[in-house]
Each structure stands twice: as C-alpha cells, then as structure tokens.
C-alpha cells in the first residue's frame, strides 16, 4: 500500500510540471527577431547583430519567454516599453502610411502605364503600319465576297 | 491619317503626366522625410552660427515615478540635459561624472536632467541605484523628443540656459572640459 501511494506520489509530482509546460505558450526569441525592430539600429533584431539596444531588447524577450508569455502578449509589452515603433511592422498612420501607399500607388501607377501603353501602340499599328497593303475598291470587293463565301460554309 | 496627327500628342501627354505626377509625389515624400529628420542640422548650424535656438518643449514621465516633468518647469536654471540609456557602454563611464555635476550645479542654480531613451524602464531602474543618481530622471521610451533634440546616438549632452535656449550640444560623451567651457559661462549668466 506505501509503495502504491509513492508511486502515485511520484506520478504527480512528475505531472504537474509538465502539465504547467504544456501550458506555457512556446516561443522563442528567434522567433521574434524578425517582428521586433532595433530602433537605434534602423533594422530588425535578426539582423542586428551584438548591437547593445538589440541585446538587451533579446534579453527582455527571453524573460517574458520564461514567465510563459505568448508572442503577441510579448510584442505588447515591448510596445509598452519601447512604443509601437519597435515592431517591424509599420504603424498604419502619419508619415508610416507611406510605407503601404508608395508600393501601392508604383504598383496601380505601373498597371495603367502598361496599358496605356499597350493600347497606345497597338491603335498606332493598326493606324500607320507602312506595310499593310492598300486595297483598290474591285479589291476590297473580291476579299469581301470570298469571306462571304467562307463564312458561309463554301470552299474557297 | 489626320487621326494619327490630332491624336499623338494627347496621348503622350495621357502617359507623360502620370509619370510626371508620380515622379513630383515621390520626390515630395523624399523630401519630407529628409526635412522631418532635420532638426539636429538645424540645432547644430544655429549654434554654430553662433546663436541658441529654443530648445524644444520636452515633457516626459518621471522614470520610476509619478506624473510628468518638462523642461518649462526648470526655467530659470541652467539645464544639462542628458540622454542615455542603460544599454550603452559610454554612459555608464559618464554617469559618476553627471553625478559630481549635479551636486555642484544644485547649489549654483542648475541641474542635470536625464533622459532614458529606448530603454526597459526595469533596467533603467537599476541603472540609476547602481550608480546613485541623484538628479532627476524621465522615460523617453520610443525617442521621439530625443529625436526633436537631434540625437542620434549615446550619450548626448545639451546644455539648456536660463531662458530655455540651447547654448552647447556634446554630440557623445561629456568630460570636464565641457562643464569648465560651456556650463561656468551659463552659469555665470544672470538670471
């Protein structure tokens, strides 16, 4: 019966901190490198190498990866220490906005050059191409009869 | 064929204008974007000129405490207005030096402010006991007035004088010779 209860004793002890690390949500600093900015190094942590402010931000990071904290819950509480302006992804106001806008606009801007331009040169081809032959009006007549008769089914 | 010659030069002008539109609306941002990120050109030409611009209006929560402090609330006294963080290297060699400053500029009518910018407050925190600061500390968490100061790296030092105005800037870490050269004369100057 003692040896029971050890076991039993033993089992829970086991459980429970499993069961408080299955709880943990798992991430890793690596995993936000990419999503937090170095501020004082214009780049993200990935890139920033042993820069002092990328450092300690990484150390901040690994502490709230210790208490458990998942990693939009770590994102906010960098916010709440550095401002919105230490995540990669640029605020969507004020100057920021021109970080979505530019590309947006090039990219519109580009569609309706290109096709404007397609258009253009196309119409220009058909307008004044040299080297289309010119049709006589007994000429015009014939190839109009011929496709008459080839839309019609007969053989030319 | 008179189509054709009406018609050409609209539509290059239908796809020159967009180009040239977006050509000038870029040109604007780029411009923009260089212009707001001016203000340490501007600072250090004034001064070097030889004039002191108004410093600008700084007012940020006390690190570790309550409520808000501005730099309005110390007219009257000359200024030293530090930014640092306890992640660099170089204002943990100056702090003990600050801290000597302080207490000479107390009783003369001035004082230095620090400004912890880009920092964990926790970390900042510890920083200051570790070196038994003294002088009063604010929290600049996203560098946004320290960016109004032109910093751009740390530590940097502005001396403020009595009206507010800035009088020196130590675009790096400070020595004696800055108090003896730039803050004896403001503190010399009548209030």
């Known amino acids: 019966m003692r040896r029971v209860a050890g076991v039993v004793a033993a089992l829970v002890l086991l459980w429970a901190p499993a069961a408080a690390f299955a709880d943990c949500p798992r991430t890793t600093v690596a995993d936000l490198e990419d999503e937090v900015m170095c501020q004082v190094c214009g780049v993200p942590l990935g890139l920033a190498g042993d820069a002092p402010q990328a450092e300690r931000e990484r150390a901040f990071i690994a502490r709230q990866v210790g208490r458990c904290l998942g990693k939009r819950e770590i994102e906010r509480s960098l916010v709440a220490q550095f401002g919105p302006s230490v995540l990669a992804d640029p605020p969507h106001e004020g100057f920021a906005l021109s970080a979505y806008l530019v590309p947006a606009l090039a990219v519109l801007g580009a569609a309706a050059l290109l096709i404007g331009w397609l258009g253009m040169s196309r119409r220009r081809g058909r307008e004044s191409d040299p080297s289309a032959p010119t049709l006589s009006a007994s000429e015009r007549e014939r190839v109009d009869a011929a496709l008459e008769r080839w839309s019609t089914g007969r053989s030319l | ?191």
Request: charged share 25%; glycine share 12%.
């Open chain 2, 1 to 191: 064929m008179s189509t054709v010659g009406v018609s050409e030069p609209r539509r290059t002008r239908w796809v020159v204008l967009p180009v040239v539109l977006a050509t000038g609306a870029l040109l604007g941002l780029l411009a923009y974007g260089v212009l707001a990120g001016g203000d340490r050109r501007s600072i250090d030409s004034a001064l070097a000129r030889g004039e002191r611009p108004q410093a600008p209006a700084l007012s940020l929560p006390s690190l570790g405490g309550r409520g808000d402090r501005t730099l309005a609330d110390y007219r009257g006294q000359v200024v030293v207005v530090n930014f640092w963080a306890s992640w660099c290297p170089p204002c943990r060699a100056e702090t003990p030096m600050l801290e000597r400053w302080q207490r000479r500029l107390r009783s003369r009518g001035g004082t230095v402010l620090g400004v912890d910018v880009l920092d964990v407050s926790s970390d900042a925190l510890a920083f200051a006991r570790r070196y038994g600061v003294s002088y009063p500390l604010v929290r600049d968490r996203d560098g946004a007035a320290a960016q109004r100061f032109g910093v751009a790296g740390y530590p940097e030092t502005v001396a403020v004088d009595r009206r507010g105005r800035i009088a020196a800037i130590e675009r790096g870490p400070v020595g004696e010779g800055f108090y003896r050269s730039r803050l004896e004369p403001l503190l010399m100057e009548e209030r």
